[in-house]
């Protein structure tokens, strides 16, 4: 690991092994900012214009100071279910903790959540990787029932393809598919079929977001590279009506989510999420 600066993201920590980099935020964030092969494209979506924030009543009367919620891009760690202390305004700087071949990006504790939240990435020979997503409760309750969730923005022009049940179960359902009320079923870059769901992203500002209960790894094609993510999905309850991942797309950009089991975290208690990455072309 070295340290760079990178465009206006500003301090970030670069990560390369197997002809592939990575490059983490660091003054703010984080934000796995950048993967690609050595010299190559970036798969990730950066928000340079800031073209997607969010501020408001809500930040001004319960986070003083913190400022408004910026995407900034690339892969972030966020928590579900979706309200506004969802949208914690990550503007600070991250703690950055080596050990061996892993580096872990700690925040601060949230003040509305009390949750503390940290990525820990493990670059393998091939420059693949693990990425680790961990909540603690740091702070003086019990929380209500929450889920880890790991969204990947991804670059214009990316294709989402997330497998769905086959299995035969006779007179019980295999599949489920979650709609979000401004999605248009019918709109064309929207694809379900018996085994797969897919989504592009193109030039239309009509937002779409879809969510299922995936059964393998999903993949992402995008500039002529492939981004596959794996993960596994413990037993429990998951939310917005039973999904492990999501798909959402504008005329901007393109999200992979994969979501963890929801629940209430005691105080001092941790909770993981572990996605492990390839990229291929």
Known sequence: ???VNYKSFGKCAKLSKGGKTMLVTVDVGPRVIYYGFDGGENIFYEDEKDLINKGGEYFDKNLPNKGIWHIYGGHRLWKCPEYMDTYYPDNAAVNVIENGDSVTFLTDVEETTGIQ???KITMTEDGNATVEH????NGKNTTPPIALW???????GAKACIPISTQDTGLLPNRNITLWSYTDIKDERLCIQNDKITLQQKNNPQPIKIGTFACGAVSVDIKGMRFTIDFISPEGEYGDNNCNIESYTNDIMLEIETLSPIKCMQVGEEAMHTEKWSLTR
Not at 134 to 137: D, E
Not at 150 to 156: E, I, Y
């Open 134 to 137: 961990k909540f603690v409760n």
């Open 150 to 156: 790991a969204l990947s923005v991804m670059d214009k």
């Open 117 to 119: 939240k940290s990525i």
């Open 1 to 3: 690991m070295e340290f």
